[in-house]
């Protein structure tokens, strides 16, 4: 009995008899609740995908409950991500499932998934079936945005989008809203791509604004391009010490005098010498007139009397000569600190005492005539960060009044006696340009018109200038609706896709000079950014116009002294126009590209983020388009 109490053989099995059952419990708790976390885990995935669909398919939100089609589409997509019968879970059918999703009060997709799941080791120690329950909510938003519209606003958009050929609509005139004279535009037809752009537009602002709660910011800025950009006024709003007081612009300067025509003799007889020399002189005395009738008399005197000392008399022969002034065509500086205040000036260019007012568009500031760019080392045109310090870094005043064209880079002088307010003008010919091999080329007829100079260019689009540009603001539908309705939101002008993107980039960058109106608010991280660029044609630069850059084929600020044909000409503003959308990108904005009945080309391609550039064949396909950037912006999210 003793060596049976001391003998320790089969004590192994004993104890494993003793503790089985504690141990199966213990095994048994860890499998069932492994179970119960799979099973809750893709019963949270698949009640989050209900909502989402419901959500993103909600096609009425007047409804106090979800429609029928957002309660079937997020049914749906719950059955799709929760396998039925799954770990034990009762077996269920698409009439079944067991999720309830509901419309929340401020037009969100709430919902309710429970499944029961059976024990499996546990049931044998009395574990009864657990209930498992989820909630989750979708919601369809964006958070704090901000979204630059760069549109194309050149002459073409007053086409249909099937009119690839243009339509040649013929212009009108309107009244400037802000007093500054004419306006001219491309007349618009009924299905125009411009009447287009404005639906698209409000349909954008509306998709976003249905889609936005109370908490949410959204600001909207515009900026309508051509061969330049109305930003003078927004400029002056920052600090008018980012303009220039003084430019040179390709004017003209009085010389004098110059003869106008064949002088007409006169003969006085009977006059004392005196009074003879006093018929000479200029007439008026001072000033000059465009209409003719300024004179410059000279006079000789023959004794016919006896009579000697002052009260002979003889004969005084008169020759007036008929004056008109002399002009010196060239480039030359103007005060215009008084015409950026917005004041009326008399022109400087003029004889006639005519005044003119800024209209806000510009000439930008220094650049260089290269054909590439490093966005580490961008001219003051091309950084949308650099704050004005210099007149370099400072913008210009357009002002086509004291515009003209003359017959050569260095100037020239010409006589004229034009009644019109807009003074004489150099029609006939373009001045020379020196190819790359050194030889010159010389072209006629310049610009193709008759008349009374930049009124002219101006109705044909060699000069334009749109509306301002809106900077970042919190815009209500009524506002974004006043914008593309106004009066002056016109088709005119060329197309320079560099300038709509270097303005579009400079508003909207959160480091630049309009960085005040870009900032996050207060205690809420910084907005998504976003450039939504719009075009209905190709880049097409003429160095014949009056823009952004000035006339080139004087200025040569783009083109430099080595390039005259159009294919440079172009591909340097292309060049121009792929950096600025590097930029934007560089800024983490996200740029959209639309080409509105415009095949994409590979410029426009490359300028948009990965993915975002779209082709819009016609009216219908501008406003789908503008939707689904919308709906990128609005973007579908679980919020709880």
């Known amino acids: 009995m003793v060596r049976l109490a001391r003998a320790n053989g089969g004590n192994t099995l004993a104890m494993l008899a003793a503790f089985l059952i504690p141990m199966s419990a213990l095994t048994g708790s860890a499998v069932d609740i492994g179970r119960l976390y799979l099973v809750k885990a893709r019963l949270q995935q698949a009640c989050d995908a209900g909502v989402l669909a419901g959500r993103k398919f909600m096609i009425d939100t007047s409804l106090p409950v979800l429609d029928p089609v957002a309660t079937a589409q997020a049914r ?23 999720f309830t999703p509901t419309k929340t009060a401020d037009n969100q997709v709430a919902g309710t998934a429970t499944t029961t799941v059976p024990m499996t080791i546990m049931k044998m120690f009395g574990m009864p079936t657990r209930t498992l329950t989820v909630t989750c909510e979708a919601r369809y938003d964006v958070a704090d945005t901000d979204v630059i519209f760069v549109l194309d606003t050149t002459a073409s958009m007053a086409c249909a989008a099937a009119e690839t050929g243009g339509c040649n609509p013929g212009t009108s005139t309107y009244i400037r809203p802000d007093g500054t004279g004419i306006g001219y535009y ?13 639906s698209a537009v409000l349909n954008f602002f509306d998709t976003v604004a249905n889609n936005k709660d109370d908490s949410t910011h959204v600001r909207y800025g515009f900026v309508t391009y051509t061969s330049t950009v109305n930003a003078g006024f927004a400029i002056r709003d920052l600090s008018s010490d980012y303009l220039v007081k ?19 003799p006169s003969t006085v007889f009977n006059i004392r010498k005196a009074d003879c020399d006093g018929r000479a002189g200029r007439s008026p005395a001072t000033g000059f007139l465009t209409d003719g009738t300024a004179v410059l008399a000279t006079t000789s005197w023959a004794r016919t009397s006896f009579t000697t000392g002052s009260n002979a008399t003889g004969t005084c022969s008169i020759s ?15 005060d215009v600190s008084r015409f950026v205040a917005g004041d009326a000036v008399t022109d400087p260019s003029k004889v006639t005492g005519v005044t003119s007012r800024w209209q806000g568009c510009i000439e930008e500031r220094d650049t260089r005539a290269d054909t590439s760019f490093s966005l580490n080392n961008l001219p003051p045109d091309l950084d949308p960060d650099l704050v004005p310090y210099n007149d370099a870094t400072r913008w210009r005043p357009m002002w086509p009044d004291v515009v003209y064209y003359r017959k050569t880079i260095a100037g020239d002088v010409y006589a004229g006696n034009g009644s019109s307010p807009y003074g004489d003008y150099w029609p006939k010919t373009r001045p020379p340009y020196s190819n790359a091999d050194g030889a010159t080329t010389a072209f006629t007829n310049m610009i193709p018109y008759a008349g009374n100079g930049w009124d002219t260019n ?6 334009s200038c749109g509306k301002p540009v809106q900077t970042l603001k919190e815009l209500n539908r009524y506002d974004v609706q006043n914008y593309v309705n106004a009066i002056d939101f016109k088709a005119q002008g060329g197309t320079y896709h560099d300038t709509g993107m270097i303005w579009g980039t400079r508003l909207i960058s959160p480091t630049g000079v309009f960085a005040a109106t870009t900032a996050s608010w207060p205690g809420k991280q910084p907005p998504n950014r976003f450039i939504v660029f719009m075009t209905d044609g190709d880049m097409s630069p003429n160095d014949d116009l009056y823009g952004m850059y000035g006339i080139e084929s004087y200025d040569r600020r ?7 044909d159009y294919d440079s000409y172009l591909a340097r503003h292309n060049a121009r126009f792929l950096i600025e959308c590097a930029a934007a990108k560089a800024r983490n904005i996200t740029v959209f590209v639309v080409g509105f009945g415009q095949a ?7 300028c948009a983020s990965p993915g975002q550039a779209f082709y819009a064949s016609d009216n219908a396909s501008l406003t789908a388009a503008f939707t689904q950037i919308a709906n990128q912006v609005a973007m579908l999210r679980i919020s709880k």
């Not at 997509?77 to 929760?82: E, G, H, L, S, V």
């Not at 430019?247 to 007409?264: L, V």
């Not at 007036?320 to 103007?334: D, F, N």
């Not at 080309?601 to 490359?606: D, W």
């Open 76 to 98: 749906t997509f719950f059955a799709n991500n929760f396998p039925s019968g799954i770990m034990g879970t009762p077996a269920f059918t698409t009439l079944t499932v067991p």
């Open 186 to 198: 491309a007349n618009e037809k009924p299905s125009s791509k411009i009447v287009a752009l404005r």
């Open 246 to 264: 003084s430019w040179s612009y390709n004017t003209r300067t009085i010389n004098g005098d110059a003869n106008n025509g064949i002088a007409t």
């Open 320 to 334: 007036g000569q008929p004056l008109k002034p002399s002009w010196q065509y060239q480039s030359a500086p103007w």
């Open 458 to 463: 101006i109705a044909s689009g060699y000069v």
């Open 558 to 564: 783009v083109a430099g002294g080595t390039s005259g």
């Open 600 to 606: 994409l080309t590979p410029q426009l391609t490359q």
